[in-house]
């Protein structure tokens, strides 16, 4: 059984940064490419960014290329977000997610999923 476990968000003024951290457990988690999601209230999830199992493949949206970084320890079965210049548009419940397949950019692409941290950017 797969298990992940997102912890790091928090309130933040915009302009600050956070990094967010994701723990995996019950299975190989150097095999599988691993992904960044969040859903902001009354809106649809969406992807942020992505990282191949080996990490040297990342994948972004628009909307945080150049200030979001997400990359991978498989030492320690941890992905992370970090995320700088936050705005108050970034803010919602962050989701980091497991792909078993590939290297997925939307959500019906990722398998396993942890319970969310919450974000909140305040202007």
């Known amino acids: 059984q797969v298990q992940l476990v997102e912890s790091g968000g928090g309130l933040v003024q915009a302009g600050g940064s956070l990094r967010l951290s994701c723990a995996a457990s019950g299975r190989t988690f150097s095999s599988y490419a691993m992904g960044w999601f969040r859903q902001a209230p009354g809106k649809e999830r969406e992807f942020v960014a992505a990282i191949s199992w080996s990490g040297g493949n990342t994948y972004y949206a628009d909307s945080v290329k150049g200030r979001f970084t997400i990359s991978r320890d498989n030492a320690k079965n941890t992905v992370y977000l970090q995320m700088n210049s936050l705005k108050p548009e970034d803010t919602g419940v962050y989701y980091c997610?497991?792909?078993?397949?590939?290297?997925?950019?939307?959500?019906?692409?990722?398998?396993?999923w942890g319970q969310g941290t919450q974000v909140t950017v305040s202007s």
């Open positions: 997610a497991e792909d078993i397949v590939g290297v997925g950019l939307v959500a019906y692409e990722y398998d396993y």
